[in-house]
């Protein structure tokens, strides 16, 4: 019985995984948005900038926001409250 317990708990484990994960699309519905996509990994959420666009290409950045520490982080690692500061630093403004 104790068997049938834990192999029902770790084939339930990758369900419980997949339900954490929360992602929104806002440039799907928008061609224009800044925010490609923002994906929420738990305490941290990942945003998925358009920095530029031409023609069809759209150059894109990854940046993070930590919820614990409240930090808005650009991918070449320089972490701030401003979510603007973060997006420059990523995008190369």
């Known amino acids: 019985m104790r068997a049938a317990l834990i192999a029902g708990f770790f084939l339930t ?6 339900a954490s994960d929360f992602n ?21 959420v990942e945003i998925v ?5 031409q023609g069809n290409r ?12 409240g930090l808005f982080c ?7 409250r401003s979510a603007e500061k973060a997006a420059d630093d990523t995008c190369g403004y």
């Open 13 to 18: 484990l990758p369900s419980f995984a997949i």
């Open 24 to 44: 929104l699309y806002p440039g799907f519905s928008d061609r224009d948005a800044f925010v490609e996509m923002t994906s929420d990994k738990g305490l941290i």
């Open 49 to 53: 900038l358009r920095c530029e666009r």
């Open 58 to 69: 759209v150059k894109a950045g990854i940046m993070t926001y930590s919820k614990v520490e």
């Open 74 to 80: 650009s991918s070449k690692m320089l972490c701030t």
